[in-house]
């Protein structure tokens, strides 16, 4: 008994160090790579890969809650602009330096993102989504009518790596806010790599999504859960918005709290796989990229939006599983002539 | 005195205004009973059809009136062609139906408002009208501009219609059917592509109408759809989501609200509570409010 | 000598007008394999339900061990040491088996990871523990659902048809398995239409028709009485007579 127990116990942990393996070294060399990349680009590309960093890891935020748990969330981006005011906040009124308004604005916004969920995760499916939506316009609203946040004047935050507290001399802005950003984004993956596809949590957040009740009988507490999901989520979204407000300097209820941040998190978990790794970090690249390029090369950046709105019709009609589940080999092309003829069969209509 | 004939004045704009969500309301609860979606869509088919009135009212004589029909029948034939997509992506094995629809729509919503957007520019633009531009005497009252009026009676024929297809026509019977029992309403030999196509087709119609009223009443922009959405989701929230009766109430307690929020709390605070109202509601009365209860 | 483990006192649900449970009141003793049969609504998976928190009774008691559990929520049920498993066996997806049984909140004092390994090879899957679950046989899925139930170390397991849909041969091995988890000391309750699957495992027989428990006896007391012929017969679908 003792000597099979030992060889299954090997067998497995030599059956998931094999898996890791691939894993670790394809994090690390991504890790090397775009940690020596800014030596290689100019301002104008740090600042495009910049903004990949960030939607990357705002995508990955939402595909936790989103993705995993499948709760969805139609109003994440309400924490991306509350921990951009809220770092605002901190650093005028407080005159405290960048370090504590992000810290500040990730406690402010998990705790907040605590108060919302025990009420709101209560409703499922479309009553979450609109409640959730709901909720972001009636924050950006609330931000435009009080004082605290600038209202309509919107919130100038003071400038430099500087008011770090960290002293950087001679560092350029854009190369502090990438590594900035760096940091953020890896740790956010990595986390997610652990939490979701490691650990018993990560097993129980899917079982619940998949089959709640199920779930429930197995002794998992399923509200609890949801809870610390939506929790965690909320608050590394508002770690962006706090990072990504000290580098433009300047919020507006009308900018940090649109809706089109949280659309552009949901389209890119969406487009590169929901509940996967790949996908969120696949989607963040495209989509900013294709963002970045239409209004680069067309000068015109309204055309972005039409194109977004065809390609997530398109992802949802004959690629539901994102660009992962193409390279997995789920959408061939039988499966797209399948779609296309069960399609043709609903435009049966006499 | 002047403040009980402002309270009137507000009153009666309010009734008016209702008027016309009620017009937008009533589809979009529809589209739900029968289809189970609840459609992001929604605002910007107000928003397309008021841009319609725009744009084809000076070729139709400078009226934005005559546009009216026209837009039912161009928006009830886009609403064909859509249906049979969104009936798709939520039925068949692919997984979370339910986050396939929501974002479907949210897609659509999203290319209507681009294109627009990059068609015609961000200005607004206002829907022509020339019999429409004098003002309504109401002894005791006020002055009520010709337009609101008019548009509301003209939702209100346009509900009034809507109601007698559905409750007196085979195929607003067949229509009802469906949202009662889909699979029973399929044994009973209802071509149920057909009715789903047609109920969404009325939907996309209706809702466009509404939006040349509003067109008419204030004018087309391209980032409009929004707010309408909001509206909708508000009169269903409060009726019960996919009960058409409700939507009378609701709609006349929305344009209610906005016209006496605007005049006695402060224009700027109207969305804040509406938005806020809507996610209170949720969460207070989650099936109470919502007729057909939890969504599955 | 033996010992009451599960204890309903006139458990009632209703629903609007319909009383799916109608102040049931039965006891299970520890060790012991009862069936629970009834023709189609007559209460069974409502009172599986109501046994597990998913519904909270209107009226009556369950107590369980000695505590009384009515109203809990389902996973502190679950957790006291009462598993269930669902009519349909739906592992959850985009997982390996393994991690299915890994995601069970098992008590805090076992080795999860033995455990798990434990209970597959038990079940004899273990070949496939690291294949992702949606990829497994019909009943396999039904073994895996039997798995995780396990990893809670239940000491009573309610099982909604547990052989339904699976072939002749693994439905005797899935027996075989609950046998030797009874002589181990495990408790069953058991929603089954199959009466040849019945006959051969269970000690006593509860009757449930029209939401009430109407008979309890061994298998051939309950066969040869008039009330459980009449509850069956006088359903309209005369193919549900299953004695």
């Known amino acids: ?109 998990a705790v907040l993102a605590y108060a919302v969920g025990v009420p709101t995760l209560r409703l499922s499916g479309a009553y979450f989504a609109i409640a959730t939506w709901a909720f972001a316009e ?130 890119m978990a969406l487009l590169g796989g929901l509940g996967t790794i790949g996908g969120p970090i696949i989607g963040g690249v495209l989509i900013f990229l294709l963002n970045r390029m239409t209004s680069l090369f067309l000068g015109q950046t309204t055309l972005y939006l039409p194109l977004i709105g065809v390609l997530i019709m398109g992802i949802v009609l004959f690629a539901p599983s994102g660009v992962v589940g193409i390279l997995r080999g789920e959408v061939g092309r039988e499966d797209v002539k399948r779609n296309l003829r069960e399609l043709a069969e609903k435009f049966n209509i006499l | 005195m002047v403040s009980t004939e402002l309270l009137g004045q507000s009153i009666v704009n309010g009734l008016l205004l209702g008027g016309i969500y009620v017009t937008v309301g009533v589809g979009f609860a529809l589209v739900f009973g029968v289809l189970e979606i609840i459609d992001f869509a929604v605002g910007e088919y107000v928003m397309l059809g008021a841009f319609m009135g725009a ?35 939520t039925t068949g094995d692919r997984p979370m139906p339910l986050l396939m629809g929501l974002v479907f729509t949210f897609g659509l919503a999203i290319f209507m408002r681009g294109s627009v957007l990059t068609i015609f520019g961000p200005n607004t633009r206002a829907v022509p009208t020339k019999t429409l531009e004098g003002g309504i005497d109401v002894t005791g009252i006020g002055t009520f501009p010709e337009v609101r009026v008019v548009t509301a009676v003209v939702g209100v024929l346009a509900l009034v219609a809507f ?43 209706l809702t466009a109408t509404g939006g040349v009223f509003i067109g008419l009443i204030y004018s087309a922009g391209p980032g409009m759809g929004l707010q309408y959405t909001a509206f909708a989701f508000f009169m269903i929230v409060l009726a019960g989501l996919g009960y058409l009766p409700g939507i009378i109430i609701s709609g006349l307690v929305l344009g209610l609200a906005q016209s006496l929020t605007a005049v006695y709390i402060g224009g700027e605070l109207v969305f804040f509570v509406l938005f806020g109202m809507i996610y209170v509601l949720l969460l207070v009365r989650p099936e109470g409010l919502l007729g057909k209860g939890e969504v599955s | 000598m033996s010992e009451t483990l599960l204890q309903t006192d006139g458990l009632t649900k209703r629903f609007g007008a319909l009383t799916a449970n109608d102040g049931i009141t039965l006891g299970v003793d520890r060790g012991e394999i009862r069936g629970i049969i009834g023709p189609n609504g007559s209460g069974k998976t409502t009172f599986f339900n109501s046994l597990t928190g998913f519904y909270t009774p209107d009226a009556g008691t369950v107590t369980f061990e000695g505590t009384d559990i009515t109203g809990w929520d389902s996973h502190r049920i679950a957790r006291q040491g009462i598993g269930r498993t669902f009519q349909i066996a739906a592992p959850f997806g985009n997982m390996t088996v393994r991690q299915n049984m890994l995601a069970v909140q098992t008590p805090k ?13 038990f079940l004899d899957i273990d070949h496939i523990a690291d294949d992702d679950a949606s990829g497994m046989s ?90 459980v012929r009449e509850a069956y017969l006088g359903s309209a679908d005369e193919d549900e007579v299953p004695i």
């Not at chain 3, 033995?114 to 090879?121: D, H, M, N, S, V």
């Open chain 3, 109 to 121: 004092s076992v080795d999860e990871h033995e455990r798990a390994q434990e209970i597959l090879e």
């Open chain 2, 163 to 205: 109601m007698y297809y559905l409750y007196r026509t085979t195929g607003g019977t067949a229509i009802r059917a469906i949202a009662e029992d889909r699979d029973i309403a399929r044994l009973m030999g209802v071509n149920i592509n057909r009715y789903q196509s047609i109920a969404y087709g009325v939907y996309a119609g």
């Open chain 1, 1 to 109: 008994m003792g000597a099979e127990n030992d060889l299954s116990i090997r067998n497995r942990i030599q059956a998931l160090l094999d898996r890791d393996d691939a894993h670790l070294w394809l994090f690390a060399a991504g890790t090397l790579f775009l940690t020596v990349l800014p030596l290689a680009l100019n301002t104008f590309w740090t600042r495009i890969a910049l903004g990949v960093l960030l939607w990357v890891g705002l995508a990955q935020s939402w595909n936790m809650i989103g993705g995993y748990a499948g709760y969805l969330d139609f109003g994440h981006g309400a924490y991306f602009g509350a921990g951009a005011f809220v770092t605002g906040i901190v650093m005028t009124e407080l005159e405290l330096p960048f370090v504590a308004g992000l810290l500040i604005a990730g406690v402010f916004c």
């Open chain 2, 55 to 89: 744009i084809v009212a000076p070729v139709v004589g400078g009226e934005g009136l005559f546009v009216v029909p026209l837009a039912f029948v161009a928006f009830f034939l886009v609403g064909m062609i859509v249906q049979p997509f969104l009936h798709h992506v």
């Open chain 3, 138 to 227: 019909g009943g396999q899925k039904k073994l895996l659902g039997l798995g995780r139930v396990l990893m809670l170390d239940p000491a009573c397991i309610l099982l909604d048809e547990p052989t339904a849909g699976v072939n002749p041969a693994l439905a005797d091995r899935i027996l075989d398995h609950l046998r030797d988890l009874n002589d181990d000391g495990t408790t069953f309750l058991i929603i089954e239409h199959d009466m040849d699957v019945l006959k051969q495992i269970v000690d006593t027989v509860s009757v449930l028709d029209q939401g009430q428990h109407i008979v309890q006896g061994t298998f051939d007391e309950v066969s040869t009485d008039d009330r």
């Open chain 1, 138 to 267: 009636a924050i950006k609203e609330l931000a435009l009518i009080i004082e605290i946040t600038g209202g309509t004047y919107g919130m100038t935050i003071p400038t430099g790596p500087g008011t770090a507290g960290i002293p950087l001399v001679g560092w350029p802005d854009e190369m502090f806010f990438y590594y900035l950003m760096l940091v953020l984004t890896l740790g956010t993956i990595a986390l997610a790599y652990w939490l979701f596809e490691h650990s018993e949590f990560g097993f129980r957040v899917k079982a619940i999504r998949d089959h709640e009740d199920a779930a429930q009988s197995l002794g998992i507490d399923a509200t609890k859960i949801k809870r610390r999901v939506y929790v965690l989520s909320c608050a590394i979204a508002a770690l962006f918005g706090s990072a990504n407000a000290y580098y433009i300097t300047f919020v507006h209820p009308n900018d940090v709290l649109a809706p089109i941040i949280t659309d552009q998190m949901i389209i």
